[in-house]
């Protein structure tokens, strides 16, 4: 297994000179050489260069936060994959929450992102996760354990084979997923242990079910109001093999204490 991630989500948050001051702070605090995690950077499209120059020649890696599901044409706003290879991303999000719920992005659409930008080398991390809703539904059917369960994980085997279905077992080795719960994400809403935990057990084993040869070594994130106060909680569970931080990632304090948990 690769090593543990700690990836900042910036959002569309920070402009240019802030994101180079961000970023060339996360550089002095960790140093170039830290290797304890892998450290992602993900700024926003008009901060790229700036936090790619800052972190160059660091151990830091660089991604993108959305990506379009075709190279090249008449797509009027839309950045391609080998647009952020060009513009120096190792790793790009795909089929964040935000884009899902408030974009409207589709399961469709989400499967061309992945396939082209595994197909074009970035590393890319898949984000899945229930609503509150469908947690709910599950939860009110907990005298029946097998209908709680099959409730609450099928959204996230919708969204995991949809979106890894075309992939073979190479490719997959290119994929990090993100299990966020819609309900968690900027909310300050945590999940527990216990329901990461049987979270990340079944993407384990349904990845393991899809891809008998390498699903194994995906590794699998936990996001959703990660903070300094419940890091250590989240890097107890043993299944999480690191974390995807909103919020907290925009402060150099937090996220570089973020870091050094995930580091361990
Ligand atoms: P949050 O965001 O840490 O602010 O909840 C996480 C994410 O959306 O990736």
Same mark, same amino acid.
């Given at each position: 297994?690769?090593?543990?991630?700690?990836?900042?989500?910036w959002k569309m948050n920070l402009l240019r000179e802030e994101a180079r001051e961000l970023s060339g702070a996360i550089v002095n605090l960790l140093g170039e050489d830290y290797e304890d995690c892998q450290v992602v950077l993900v700024p926003p499209y008009t901060a790229l260069d700036v936090v790619g120059s800052c972190i160059s020649g660091s151990n830091i890696e660089l991604g993108a936060q959305n990506v379009f599901g075709r190279t090249m044409g008449a797509f009027t706003g839309e950045v391609s994959a080998p647009m952020l290879v060009d513009a120096g991303c190792r790793w790009v999000i795909v089929g964040h929450s935000e884009r899902r719920h408030i974009l409207g992005e589709t399961d469709e659409q989400i499967r061309e992102k992945v396939s082209l930008s595994v197909s074009c080398g970035l590393k890319t991390i898949l984000c899945v996760g229930e609503t509150e809703a469908q947690r709910e539904e599950a939860v009110s059917r907990s005298e029946d354990a097998l209908a709680r369960k099959s409730l609450l994980f099928?959204?996230?085997? !919708?969204?995991?084979?949809?979106?890894?279905g075309p992939l073979d077992e190479k490719q997959v080795s290119d994929i990090v997923i993100a299990y966020e719960p819609v309900w968690a994400i900027g909310t300050g809403k945590n999940a527990t242990s216990l329901e990461i935990e049987e979270i990340h057990q079944?993407? !384990?084993?349904l990845l393991a079910e899809m891809f008998p040869g390498s699903g194994n070594n995906v590794r699998i994130l936990y996001g959703g109001s990660v903070k300094t106060g419940n890091i250590e909680k989240i890097m107890s569970v043993e299944e999480v093999d690191g974390v995807l931080v909103g919020g907290a990632s925009l402060s150099v304090d937090s996220f570089f204490r973020i870091i050094k948990s995930v580091g361990g």
């Open positions: 297994m690769d090593k543990k991630l700690a990836v900042g989500n099928s959204p996230i085997r !919708t969204q995991i084979e949809s979106a890894l079944y993407i !384990t084993e």
